[in-house]
């Protein structure tokens, strides 16, 4: 099976891949609107022949109903045909900053794609 993660931000997408078990993170795209982040993300799906698409939503906080319906609108822009699943993307970028050597002040999607590397592993349990 062939999966792709992605932690859906307003600035960075995170971005991590699991091919039979074996998960790791990609580099991020930087998302300077969501009809470029789509063609950036359609070309990933299609390059890799991904049958499972893992989105992580956040859960609890004030705006969860507006992030939910932007990431969902944002998934409608992949056309992605095959499974989609929503998984709580709570706590994966806390839980990322504990791999995270370099500097975290940088925003260069790193740090979002660790935490799509860690909804992948946590939904496989891996």
Known sequence: ????????????????????????????????????????????LQEYDISLLIVGIPKG????DEMQRR?????????????VVYVDESGTSKEALKFQRANTRKKDGKLDSLAAFIMIRDYFAL
Do not use: W, Y
């Open 61 to 64: 906080g004030s705006s969860e």
């Open 71 to 83: 990431i969902q609108h944002f998934v409608s822009l992949l056309e992605f045909e095959k499974e």
């Open 1 to 44: 099976m062939r999966a792709l993660a992605l932690d859906v931000g307003l600035k960075r997408i995170g971005v991590a891949l699991c091919i039979d078990k074996i998960a790791l993170p990609l580099d991020a795209v930087m998302r300077k609107n969501r009809n470029q982040a789509a063609t950036e993300i359609k070309k990933i």
